[in-house]
């Protein structure tokens, strides 16, 4: 396994859309098994392939204590969703910013697990704000997105400063 790189918001790669997963074998095995170890290691409880810069529709989760139950979701769809809830929202391509969004509390999702097979999940809750942050990196947007312009304006001059002072 291997740790990978994190794109950054506002990195335009962020932006760029997520191909279908055609055929899941070892090469996408061992994507996820990276991506997890990424996500552990930033540490985070969600990972898009788009934020390693990896376009395929590919997101991890694992909302648990003791980060040990990673849900993989190739290919997720939200079939349904209901009610509303507003979280307080981070991410690991926007490190040091949270907010609070307003999504649906509860959803079904259908998607490939990491052996290829089809599942439908219900989710609500953390789990689902979570699944629902991955996804929507996978069709370019970014949790900020969501906030107002002024302040979507002050997230990307600092986080562009600290990309500055960084490099």
Do not use: W
Request: hydrophobic letters at 40%.
């Amino acid at each position: 396994m291997a740790l990978l790189s994190l794109l950054h918001y506002p990195d335009p790669r962020l932006h760029k859309i997520a191909a279908p997963v055609k055929q899941v074998d070892d090469s996408i095995r061992k994507l996820i098994d990276d991506m997890a170890e990424t996500m552990y290691a930033a540490p985070g409880i969600g990972l898009a392939a788009t934020q390693v810069n990896v376009h395929q529709r590919i997101i991890i989760v694992d909302t648990s204590e003791n980060n040990d139950r990673l849900q993989v979701f190739i290919n997720p769809e939200i079939l349904s969703s209901a009610g509303e809830a507003e979280r307080e929202e981070g991410c690991l391509s926007v490190p040091g910013i949270y907010d609070r969004i307003l999504r649906p509390d509860a959803i079904t999702v259908r998607a490939l697990d990491r052996e290829g097979n089809s599942f439908t999940l219900d989710a609500q809750g953390l789990l689902a704000t979570c699944i629902q942050h991955e996804m929507d990196h996978l069709v370019g947007k970014v949790f900020v997105e969501y906030l107002s312009q002024l302040k979507q304006n002050r997230i990307k001059t600092k986080m562009r400063k600290r990309s500055r002072t960084a490099g």
